[in-house]
């Protein structure tokens, strides 16, 4: 099982940068997909998590109403559209899910066993 997010960048503050989740050696289908990220110095956060079916998404408060979580089963991918970027969004984001079907999505998406190597978003003011 390996998940890879990709799509980082270096963008202006007000930018956007779409980042992907792709899998390989299994289906994302049935699967609660988080995006997370860490700050150097900090800790990990939850920025958001999608169910498998997309109808139900979470946010962070620091992010609502500027990133959008939105799957495409048939590419098995998921991508996490982030807009009105903020210097403080600067950090490695990383895509996750858990090892069974049975979790599901919960307030800061927690339940998640397989990471997925990061992919740097720095924003500059």
């Known amino acids: 099982v390996q998940l890879q997010a990709s799509g980082g960048g270096?963008?202006?503050a007000g930018g956007s940068l779409r980042l992907s989740c792709a899998a390989s050696g299994f289906t994302l289908d049935d699967y609660v997909i988080g995006w997370f990220r860490q700050a150097p110095g900090k800790e990990r956060e939850g920025v958001s998590c999608i169910s498998s079916?997309?109808?139900n998404t979470y946010y962070a408060d620091s992010v609502k109403g500027r990133f959008t979580v939105s799957?495409?089963?048939a590419k098995?991918?998921?991508y996490l559209q982030m807009n009105s970027l903020k210097p403080?969004?600067?950090a490695v984001y990383y895509c996750a899910a858990p090892?069974?079907?049975i979790v599901v999505l919960t307030?800061?998406?927690y339940g998640m066993d397989?990471?997925?190597k990061g992919t740097l978003v720095t924003v500059s003011s």
């Open 114 to 116: 397989y990471w997925g």
């Open 99 to 101: 090892d069974n079907t």
């Open 71 to 73: 799957r495409d089963n």
């Open 107 to 109: 307030p800061g998406c």
């Open 76 to 78: 098995n991918t998921v």
């Open 88 to 90: 403080e969004d600067t």
């Open 10 to 12: 270096l963008v202006q």
């Open 53 to 55: 079916s997309g109808d």
